[in-house]
Structure formats: structure tokens, C-alpha cells
Nanobody, 123 residues
């Protein structure tokens, strides 16, 4: 099983980034997918989640209206489009896979995790 996150980098406040997470080694379409982030000195927190077919999406209040999660089951990839970025969005972003999808906001519910990609937003 592998989750390979990419797309992080340095961006100015107000800018945009698109993160990707390529999955392999499991049946991607049968897993809820989520994005979490961990800022320096802080606990990892939920960012967004998407259901198996992509019909349902969920967001943390802090990113609602600015971030969009999507998936392409044909490509075994989940995306996180991040717009209007703020310095407080600076963090390592992780993608994760959850087969049940019942507690998509709870990181311990996720079965598989990627290695993370760093997003730095300068003011």
C-alpha cells in the first residue's frame, strides 16, 4: 500500500496550490479519502474528506469555501485544491484512506497514510 502526496511548495498569501495523492496497493474506489495537516508545534488536524464515489465532501470550518477536495477513481488519485491561502495554512499535508467512512473527521479511523507534503504560505 502506498499513498504518495505531492504538490506542496512555497506560495504567497492569497495564492493557490493543488495537492495530489496517488494511491496504489489497495482498491482505491472502496475507500473514503481524507486530507489532514500538521502545523509546526501543533497537533494534526482534519482538513477535508470525500466519499467513495466523490458524491459527498466534508471540510473543516477553517478551510470551507477556500479548499476543494476531489477524486479520480480511474487514476487512483485524490486532490486538494487550495485557494486564497493564508499563512495559517502552513503545514505538512497528509492524505489518508479509510475503508469504512463512518468517522471521516477522526484520524484514527484511517487505515493508510501518505508521507506528507509541505505547504508554506508567506505573508
Amino acid at each position: 500500500v502506498q499513498l504518495q502526496a505531492s504538490g506542496g511548495g512555497l506560495v504567497q498569501a492569497g495564492g493557490s496550490l493543488r495537492l495530489s495523492c496517488a494511491a496504489s496497493g489497495f482498491t482505491f474506489s472502496r475507500y473514503f479519502m481524507g486530507w489532514f495537516r500538521q502545523a509546526p508545534g501543533k497537533a494534526r488536524e482534519f482538513v477535508a474528506a470525500i466519499s467513495w464515489s466523490g458524491g459527498r465532501t466534508y471540510y473543516a470550518d477553517s478551510v470551507k469555501g477556500r479548499f476543494t477536495i476531489s477524486r479520480d477513481n480511474a487514476k487512483n488519485t485524490v486532490y486538494l485544491q487550495m485557494n486564497s491561502l493564508k499563512p495559517e495554512d502552513t503545514a505538512v499535508y497528509y492524505c489518508a484512506a479509510d475503508q469504512d467512512g463512518n468517522r471521516w473527521y477522526w484520524q484514527t479511523a484511517y487505515d493508510y497514510w501518505g508521507q506528507g507534503t509541505l505547504v508554506t504560505v508567506s505573508s
